[in-house]
């Protein structure tokens, strides 16, 4: 069965490979010693090389992860075995009776041997205004906090909720829970109070550590009085820990408690609890952009040991580089690679509070230079929106500190990857596409800037990570189109809850489901280099006259800033770029002929619709299923919007469609 899934999915894509290929060091040719590049190959026998040490990898899985947990964490308690994993019962444990304390990997380890090294920069919202906070601050701060949570009755195994902006507290807070042995549940400072009730209640928190008010983008929100009405409908909450962002007071109740008075009664040590591999990390939810949000479980040892290996070798990140990713705390993003992958490798890393163009949209360089920046991540929706800008304000500032830039969350059109390689980049740092999920904890499939002999394609998500073993399957015989699915053997894939629900995907051409695959939800395309494209979730991949066609595939022709659904046939919203006018029906002819050049005449647009917005998830995610519940006039069905940003979005897109029929 598995060579027919295989011999279904060998791709051929010569379009891409035309591309212009980027190299991703200048030093092709140049032998190197692959333990320079990680030190832990030493032990692998024969293996010479990336290519080779990714072969080892997946060959002998159990040796490499093995060799990785023992070199890069610290055990209060060995492992004893690597993996026990059978993905078709649900059943995924690494590195068990392995005993450790996750704040203690990303903290302690690294005050001993550098405790004045800065472990955060906190960027907040007004440029300039930055505050640093070292590895031994942090301790401190994890510490007092975990003796406040204990106090307040906090113990291991309960579930903390944390709806905080991102700041140094919320970064103590979800450590302070790692190291006192509770989970945390942070939830997006950005999301309603219907939507944080329903996280408190599915989490069953007892405990909530809010501020009293964020900031950003020059703007101030009431994120206590947010807590307060969501509170009121949680049961379970029995006190509110409240930090104060802005010198502002909030009513504060009998159930409120000042949370930085508090902890500064509390000592600068706190016992770190041994805890169980397998144990509770973090409760986090996915982005809700197919439909509503799952709440997903990952543990402590195979979750951060991912995270540290992929922030090491997908950035090439090295000690002493500052490390920019400008995601939110409260996605994935920001948990894997602000947090915890940064934290473990000693690292530092920026906690960016404001928006891309607050307070102007030079704001993301202008911090590059301020603060040094080497490895910079962000979002497609991000480098989009501020290419529409123009060049000038990336070039005001100098970006000579860069060395990596990497996308993440949607697929990056070559448009925008141009940009941001050629202007962003100066055409000289590796553009690392990642692509992963909140279910896979960490980054999946990236280009391996690492490796010098490694070369990146414009918009190609390029390589599976050490470890990562993605299967392409057909869903459709007469096409080449893929369904990534992989087995789940990797350490920080999702646990418990819903796992079960992610193994049971059943091709078409296959009458029982294929235990033991995961399935993504996503298409991708494999040249027969072994590249990988992701060319968009499947569910916005659809059939037109017998050709299939994927929302990424189209969006790279009719250039960056148009977004396409689909009903029956090619619907394309159009968001112009600044102060471009143009005749819709010129517009129309243009975009017609381009579609027709590239690609074909069959996926020419049927529609087109000019739109002032996209609706988006709060992460910035283009919410596609109700665009086409717009376009297939269900209106009254749009699903779950409890994590749309600008409810506005939807009315002006409904109102354009009305008016176009
Ligand atoms: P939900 O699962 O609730 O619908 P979501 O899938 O957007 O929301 P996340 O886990 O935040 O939630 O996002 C993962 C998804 O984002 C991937 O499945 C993929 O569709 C998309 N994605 C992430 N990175 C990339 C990338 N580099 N290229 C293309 N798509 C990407
Ligand atoms: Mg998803």
């Known amino acids: 069965m598995m060579c027919s899934l295989w011999r279904g999915t060998l791709l051929t894509l010569t379009s891409s490979l035309n591309r212009r290929v980027f190299q991703c060091c200048r030093q092709l040719g140049r032998s190197y010693n692959i333990a320079s590049c990680m030190p832990e190959a030493v032990a692998f026998q024969g293996v010479s090389d990336h290519s080779g040490l990714y072969k080892f990898s997946v060959n002998e899985s159990d040796r490499f992860w093995g060799a990785v947990a023992r070199q890069r964490l610290s055990w209060i308690s060995p492992f004893h075995t690597v993996q026990n994993c059978d993905f078709s019962q649900g059943k995924i444990k690494w590195f068990e009776g392995g005993k450790l304390n996750v704040s203690v990997n990303c903290l302690d380890r690294h005050v001993q041997t550098c405790p004045e090294r800065v472990a955060l920069i906190w960027e907040r919202d007004e440029p300039g205004t930055e505050v640093k906070i070292t590895y031994r601050q942090l301790l401190e701060l994890t510490c007092r906090l975990g003796n406040l949570l204990k106090r307040q009755g906090v113990r291991r195994g309960d579930c903390v909720t944390i709806y905080m902006p991102p700041c140094p507290l919320a970064m103590a807070s979800m450590l302070a829970c790692a190291r006192i042995g509770a989970a945390h549940n942070v939830v997006f400072a950005g999301f309603s109070s219907e939507a944080l009730a329903d996280r408190i209640r599915d989490a069953q928190s007892s405990t909530v550590i809010t501020v009293n008010q964020g900031v950003r983008g ?15 409908n949680c049961p379970t909450v029995q006190q509110v820990l409240v930090a104060m962002r802005t010198e502002n007071t909030v009513p504060m109740t009998d159930r409120d408690v000042p949370l930085e008075e508090e902890m500064m009664k509390e000592d600068v040590v706190c016992e770190p609890v041994a805890m169980d591999s397998e144990d509770v990390l973090f409760l986090l939810y996915t982005s809700g952009s197919t439909g509503k949000p799952k709440g997903l479980v990952h543990t402590q040892a195979g979750y951060l040991l991912y995270t540290s290996l992929t922030h090491r070798y997908v950035f090439n990140y090295h000690d002493g580089d500052v490390f920019g990713c400008v995601a939110d705390i409260g996605w994935i993003t920001g948990h894997s690679y602000i947090v915890y992958g940064p934290l473990c490798n000693g690292g530092t890393t920026v906690l960016f509070e404001s928006t891309p163009v607050y ?46 830039l990497g996308s993440v969350g949607e697929p990056i059109n070559t448009e925008a990857w141009e940009w941001y390689h050629r202007v962003v980049g100066d055409g000289r740092c590796p553009v690392v596409d990642t692509w992963w999920q909140t279910e896979t904890g960490g980054i999946c499939i990236a280009p391996r ?34 369904v990534v699915l992989q087995s789940a053997q990797f350490p920080a894939f999702l646990r418990l809850r819903l796992a079960l629900c992610y193994n049971q995907y059943c091709p078409l051409n296959c009458a029982t489901p294929l235990l033991g695959f995961f399935f993504t939800g996503d298409g991708a395309h494999r040249s027969k280099e072994g590249y990988y494209q992701i060319i968009g979730r499947l569910d916005d ?96 069905e749009l699903g779950d919007l409890s994590t749309l940003d600008d409810p506005d979005s939807v009315h002006e897109v409904i109102r354009g469609h009305r008016r176009l029929r």
């Open 218 to 232: 020059g703007k101030v929100v009431d994120l206590k009085r947010t807590v307060d009405q969501a509170v009121q």
């Open 359 to 404: 307070p102007n949209p030079g704001r993301y360089w202008e911090m590059v230079e301020r603060l040094g920046i080497n490895q910079f991540y962000g979002a497609p929706t991000a480098i989009r929106l501020l290419l529409k800008y123009g060049d000038e304000w990336v070039q005001n500032y100098n970006r000579s500190s860069l060395k990596t």
């Open 449 to 482: 800037p690492a490796d010098p002999e490694a070369e990146i394609v414009p918009g190609m998500a390029m390589h599976p990570f050490y470890g990562i073993k993605p299967a392409l399957l057909d869903t459709e015989v007469v096409t080449g189109d893929g």
């Open 541 to 636: 991949v659809i059939n037109v006259s017998g050709h299939r066609l994927g929302t990424a595939e189209l969006e790279d022709v009719v250039v960056c800033t148009i977004i396409i659904m689909f009903g029956l046939g090619v619907y394309v919203f159009v968001v112009l770029k600044k102060a471009v006018m143009v005749e819709e029906d010129v517009l129309a002819q243009q975009l017609r002929e381009m579609v027709s050049r590239s690609i074909a005449k069959y996926a020419c647009p049927d529609f087109i619709q000019v739109v002032r917005c996209l609706p988006k998830t709060r992460s910035g995610k283009i919410m596609r299923r109700v665009l086409r519940k717009v376009v297939e006039r269900n209106t009254d």
